[in-house]
C-alpha cells in the first residue's frame, strides 16, 4: 500500500501557491486586459489540471481517473477564471483544462519509473515559478500596484514548506 501522507502534503502545498496567485489575478480582474485575462484563463486551467492529474495517476497508476480528475480541476479553474477575458478567455480556460488534466495524469504515470523525489523538487519549483509569474504579469499590467507583503510572504513560506517536504517524506509507489 502506498503511504499518500507525502502526495497529500503535495498536493496541498501546490494547490495553496496557485490560489494565493489565483485570488491576487482574481482581485485585479477588471483592470486587466482581454489577453492577460485568456492567459490567466489558459495558466489557470493547466495549473490545477497538472498537479491533479500528476498526483493522481503517479502514485496509484491509474491513467484514465488521472486525466479524469485532471480534467475536471482544470475546468472548475479554468472557465471561471478565463470568463473575465470574455468568451475567448472562456475557451482557454476549456482547452487548456483539458490540456492540463491530460498532460498531468500522462506526465504522472511517465514519471513512475524516475527518481521521485528529484521529480517531485522539480514540479513544486516549477508550480511555483508558474504561480508566481502570472502573478507577476497582473502586477505589471496593474501598473505596479503593490502585492501585499503578507500575500508574498505567505507564498514563499509554503514554497519553503514544500521544498523542504521533499526531503522529509519519502516518495514512493511500493
Known sequence: MVDMFPWIFAFITMSAMTLLSLYYVYERRERLSEMCCMMNGMMYGNLPGIIVGVLYALPTGDYLMGTILGTIAGLVVGIPIGRSGGPL??????????????????????????????????????????????????????????????????????????????????????
Open 89 to 174: 478567455g472562456r475557451m482557454e480556460g476549456v482547452m487548456a483544462g483539458f490540456m492540463g488534466g491530460t498532460m498531468g495524469a500522462m506526465l504522472g504515470f511517465m514519471m513512475r519509473f524516475v527518481n521521485l523525489q528529484l521529480f517531485m523538487q522539480f514540479l513544486i519549483a516549477s508550480v511555483a515559478l508558474m504561480s508566481f509569474e502570472v502573478a507577476y504579469v497582473a502586477y505589471k499590467e496593474t501598473d505596479r500596484e503593490k502585492i501585499p507583503k503578507l500575500l508574498l510572504g505567505t507564498f514563499i513560506a509554503i514554497f519553503l514548506i514544500a521544498i523542504i517536504g521533499t526531503f522529509i517524506f519519502n516518495y514512493t509507489i511500493s
